[in-house]
């Protein structure tokens, strides 16, 4: 049981590039999520899906996007990197039953941008 | 909108020692509560959460906690410290009415543990 999944580890990229932070899922979980992780901020929601075909933004969603196509993925698109997105960065699933919500998070992607 | 304080940013006890680790909360209707310990270059594990029902919560490796509706506090508590229990530690609240599964995050306390 793999559990939730991330890829890759790390990442090093150039302003205005652009990249996709890779997240499945094999519990069949039907909510997932993004959250930045920065010294001293705790963690902050990013974006965030309920099921497949639904998303909504989170508490810093600008300069990225996400899809949910199916209920094991949730991918991550910086479409235009700049320094400030300089983090780490972590996906959470869970199930939405009422007092079931127990976030498991995949290992993070720390990524750089120069 | 929920938020979440932790008073200290940095705990340091000795082995054998009680761990206290304080939360307070804000919320416009009763909350979820949860601690999650964060390892070095690991991701979040679950350590208790509060829900419903009784104010005590066990959870793993000794650790418990207790929601204290009139002090809006969920501190983290365990009577002896152990060398590896050195780690980040996060209090989170969930969101309110049909949002529960939004969970907002304190800034952290870093544990370190002395011999």
């Known amino acids: 049981n793999a559990g939730v999944t991330q890829t890759p580890k790390f990442q090093v990229l150039k302003t205005g590039q652009s990249m996709t932070l890779q997240c499945a899922q094999d519990?069949?979980?039907?909510?997932m999520s993004w959250y930045r992780q920065d010294p001293g901020m705790g963690l902050r929601l990013i974006h965030y899906?309920?099921?497949?075909?639904?998303?909504d933004q989170g508490e810093v969603p600008n300069g990225y996007n996400v899809s949910r196509s199916t209920t094991e993925d949730f991918p991550l698109r910086l479409l235009s990197a700049a320094p400030s997105q300089t983090s780490v960065y972590f996906c959470?699933?869970?199930?939405?039953?009422?007092?079931?919500?127990?976030?498991?998070f995949g290992n993070g992607t720390r990524l750089t941008v120069t | 909108a929920q938020s979440v304080t932790q008073l200290g940013s940095h705990v340091s006890v000795s082995e054998g020692a009680l761990v206290l680790l304080r939360c307070n909360y804000s919320s416009s209707v009763p909350p979820y509560l949860f601690w999650y310990v964060q390892y070095p270059n690991q991701g979040l594990q679950l350590l208790l959460k509060y829900t419903t029902g009784a104010t005590l919560v066990k959870g793993i490796n000794g650790f418990e906690a207790e929601f204290k509706k009139s002090e809006t506090s969920f501190h983290l508590t365990k009577p002896s410290a152990h060398m590896s229990d050195a780690a980040e530690y996060f209090c989170a609240v969930s969101g309110s009415g049909g949002s529960n599964y939004k969970l907002t995050f304190g800034k952290g306390t870093l544990l370190t543990v002395n011999p």
């Open positions: 519990m069949n979980h039907e909510y």
């Open positions: 959470a699933s869970s199930y939405l039953g009422q007092g079931e919500v127990n976030l498991h």
């Open positions: 899906s309920v099921g497949a075909g639904i998303t």
